[in-house]
């Protein structure tokens, strides 16, 4: 007589477990239980202010939460060392434009990945540029390495932040609203590169932190929608999309969203 077998979940890569986090006295995390697991690819969205970039700095270990447990790559937070793990977690944020100085050279810059920096002050190796070209010829941008970062339209910028945040091969990528100072025909072409980069084998899980539905391409399998720093709605893509929903995390009436489900 066969027997079933319970078929076994994925492996989590990041659990956060009733975290609440509060800043300047305002709760700005309220009791966020959320699991990624492998080969998922999440996107997160919610109004300004709903705290979905907070979220990814707790993910990061840059803000620690009043209460609750964070867990990424089977690390508990308080019992590893945060900067050997952020050398896994490949991380593009404004902030990281804001601190790169314009005279900084390009392969600099992504060299400074290697240690979640933003500033290189060691020696280039041989070896070390030899990644520093691979990861910018992913994004067919090697042609780059010897221009200083200031002299880079915007376009050219991310790509090589893009490249910054790969040279340790990471296994969790946070991408917060990365697309926001392109204009249309860079968006479309960051997406094939994003949309490989999701297909890579043995690519990193990519969270993409997002106010805009075109940015959602298909490769993204789940969503979190976040309202006034709680969990709204979490689950697979096409549930987190239904127009109704969407409508209501954002507060917006029912038929400004009616046929924007499933961006492509």
Same mark, same amino acid.
């Given at each position: ?144 390495? $010897? =221009? ?7 376009? &050219?910028? !991310?790509? %090589? ?5 790969? +040279? ?26 994003? $949309? =490989? ?7 990193? &899980?990519? !969270?993409? %932190? ?5 940015? +959602? ?27 109704? =929903? ?19």
């Amino acid at each position: 007589m066969n027997q079933s077998k319970t078929e076994k979940k994925p492996e989590a890569i990041i659990t956060l477990h009733s975290v609440t986090m509060t800043r300047g006295g305002k709760e700005v995390l309220h009791d966020i239980s959320w699991t990624t697991r492998q080969d998922e690819h999440w996107f997160i969205m919610g109004n300004n202010g709903s705290g979905k970039t907070t979220m990814m700095e707790v993910i990061m270990g840059y803000l620690w939460p009043q209460s609750g447990s964070v867990d990424v790559l089977g690390n508990r937070f308080g019992q590893v060392y945060l900067q050997e793990l952020r050398r896994k977690i490949g991380y593009v944020s404004p902030w990281i434009f804001k601190h790169l100085s314009d005279h900084v050279p390009v392969e600099d810059v992504v060299a400074s990945g290697t240690d979640a920096s933003v500033g290189y002050y060691s020696e280039l190796t041989p070896a070390l540029l030899r990644r520093i070209r691979a990861q910018l010829d992913f994004f067919h941008c090697s042609d780059l390495m $010897e =221009r200083r970062f200031g002299t880079l339209s915007s376009g &050219q910028q !991310l790509k %090589v932040i893009l490249a910054r945040s790969l +040279i340790n091969d990471p296994d969790i990528m946070i991408l917060d609203e990365p697309f926001s100072l392109l204009d249309i025909g860079s968006r479309m072409s960051m997406y094939r590169y994003i $949309e =490989r980069l999701c297909r890579k084998e043995k690519g990193p &899980q990519v !969270l993409l %932190v997002t106010h805009h539905l075109d940015d +959602i391409i298909s490769p993204f399998s789940h969503g979190l929608l976040m309202k006034e720093g709680r969990v709204f709605y979490q689950g697979r893509r096409d549930e987190a999309l239904q127009g109704k =929903r969407l409508a209501k995390a954002f507060d917006l009436n029912d038929d400004i969203l009616q046929g924007a489900e499933q961006p492509k």
